[in-house]
């Protein structure tokens, strides 16, 4: 095919990384049972780039088997995860910290990111991803001489390596100090700005509400709620929403 015939194909393929309106990750009806506890319900999400959407719920309300389907660590009973980039690879490109974030306790911290970017088809500049997440000094530092918010952040920084569209963020918050999680929040909110669209859990109500553009209240397997912080906290209620937080506010 030479590119005066592209040109003039009536059928040409979609470019997968057009921007457009298309959503940057959509879930449409998952649904997912654990034997018989149906944790998923036939559930929907649609999340632009450059949004925040935030999802809270009680433990064990299935945030967390949430994110792994969006992240593609694994495949719901039923529905479909849309990632709208693709890597030079084809493959689609979503961020991932795990709720339990594992590293080799041997590495350095440089060398656990190093380790995760052999696996982007991308240039990382790990010294770079430990400058956005606050850990510069800490390069040379063995993983497992870390303290647990410093090993949070590293999680959020392998999220981070080779620069994805889409990042979901498991409880990133959870076990920092308040100062560190303000400092969570300012990474998050700048990977927005920098047009990523982001999916966290998180029992953090304050900085949920000021840096979600949703917040979605997932309860029984099924959404409750789906809308901006602050109709949510209408809709739902200030003290239904507390307990929708957990215990750990
Ligand atoms: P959350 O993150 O909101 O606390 P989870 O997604 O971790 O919720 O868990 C939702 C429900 O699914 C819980 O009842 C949990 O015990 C169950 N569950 C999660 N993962 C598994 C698994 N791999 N096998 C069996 N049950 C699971
Ligand atoms: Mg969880």
């Known amino acids: 095919n030479t590119d005066a015939d592209a040109s003039a194909d009536p059928h040409p393929e979609p470019d997968p990384n057009a921007e457009g309106d298309r959503p940057a990750i959509a879930a449409a009806d998952l649904s997912h049972a654990f034997g018989d506890v149906d944790v998923l319900d036939g559930v929907s999400l649609s999340v632009a780039s450059g949004e925040i959407v935030a999802l ?3 433990n064990g309300s299935g945030k967390s088997t949430l ?3 969006l992240a593609r660590v694994r495949a719901p009973d039923e529905g479909t995860v849309t ?4 890597d030079a690879g084809g493959r689609a490109r979503v961020g991932y910290l795990p709720q339990q974030p594992g590293f080799r306790a041997g590495f350095s911290a440089a060398d656990a990111l190093e380790f995760y970017a052999q696996f982007v ?3 990382v500049n790990v010294a770079e991803v430990l400058e956005r997440v606050g850990l510069a000094d800490a390069a040379d530092r063995r993983v497992g001489a870390l303290s647990g918010g410093m ?5 959020l920084g392998r999220a981070l390596v080779g620069d994805p569209a889409v990042v979901v963020l498991d409880e990133p918050a959870s076990g920092l100090d308040p100062g560190m999680v303000e ?3 300012d990474i998050v909110s700048a990977l927005a ?4 669209a982001v999916v966290l859990s998180s029992h953090n109500l304050g900085p949920v509400e000021r840096t979600a553009d949703r917040v979605v209240v997932l309860d029984g397997g099924r959404f409750v709620a789906d809308d901006d912080p602050r109709a949510v906290v209408e809709s739902v209620g200030a ?7 957990g215990d750990l506010v």
């Open 56 to 58: 809270v719920g009680p």
């Open 67 to 69: 994110l792994r389907f």
């Open 83 to 86: 990632v709208a980039s693709t």
């Open 121 to 123: 088809d991308e240039d």
């Open 151 to 155: 090993t949070r952040l590293l999680g």
């Open 183 to 185: 400092r969570l929040f």
């Open 193 to 196: 700005d920098a047009g990523v």
């Open 239 to 245: 003290a239904d929403l507390q307990t929708a937080f």
